[in-house]
């Protein structure tokens, strides 16, 4: 069991708690068939979910936010996607287990994404995790977004809780940095959406676990 110390959990949301790449992979085939194109393989897809609709858009029509027709695109991307929005997505593998443990031990968890409200919230309400989480901070709920660590100090004052007794677990290198800038302790989700490019190494988050069923034992060795 951790130590009492530890009385927070905090997860970001797109290849950490939950595994939406199914759903929006499926979003951007989905938009790429409405533009006659044929679609793109999963793997080329999910690596780079968590960096939201501008990856996607990068990946599957080669256009960024400086092409005259981003915000369109964009636009239709992010509609489709909320239109889909639960279809395969679900948690990781053990992470339910893992919420459970820490209600029976009295520790808190909540979310902060870089996900905008407006997809978060039904997401969360489709799984049924909106009444579930003491705290959840979307992308648009609080400037600036990560790397800042502002959100981070937004979801621990809603929760009552103080920055440095808790952890934030991420997959990308945004979430490490505001935790660490937050004075949490940070995990490092391997099992999330790491591009090929990331140098995982130079995040220097406190613990990097390969799979979500290591949280509880690994997390009570590391800081318990």
């Not at 959990?9 to 939950?18: E, S």
């Not at 591009?195 to 979500?212: G, H, K, V």
């Amino acid at each position: 069991m951790m130590k009492p110390t530890i009385k927070g959990v905090l997860f970001d949301l797109d290849g950490t708690l939950l595994d939406t790449a199914p759903d929006m992979a499926l979003a951007l085939n989905i938009q790429r068939e409405l533009h006659q194109l044929a679609p793109l393989p999963y793997s080329e897809i999910r690596p780079y979910v968590s960096h939201g609709a501008i990856a996607m858009l990068r990946i599957g029509f080669g256009i960024d936010t400086h092409d005259t027709n981003f915000n369109a695109m964009r636009e239709q991307y992010l509609h489709i996607y909320g239109e889909n929005i639960a279809v395969r997505t679900k948690l990781f593998d053990g992470l339910a287990e893992f919420l459970h443990k820490l209600k029976t031990a009295n520790i808190q968890w909540g979310i902060v994404t870089n996900k905008p409200e407006f997809l978060t919230k039904p997401l969360l309400n489709a799984l049924g995790l909106d009444k579930e989480a003491s705290t959840v901070v979307s992308g648009d709920t609080i400037e600036p977004r990560k790397p800042n660590p502002a959100p981070l100090f937004a979801a621990c004052k809603e929760a009552g809780l103080i920055p440095t007794q808790c952890i934030y677990v991420g997959d990308a290198e945004r979430d490490i940095a505001a935790g660490r800038a937050a004075g949490m302790k940070t995990v490092l989700a391997k099992w999330g959406y790491i591009t090929p490019d990331d140098d995982t190494d130079r995040w220097e988050a406190d613990l990097t676990l390969e799979q979500p069923r290591e949280l509880m034992s690994m997390l009570a060795q590391k800081f318990g």
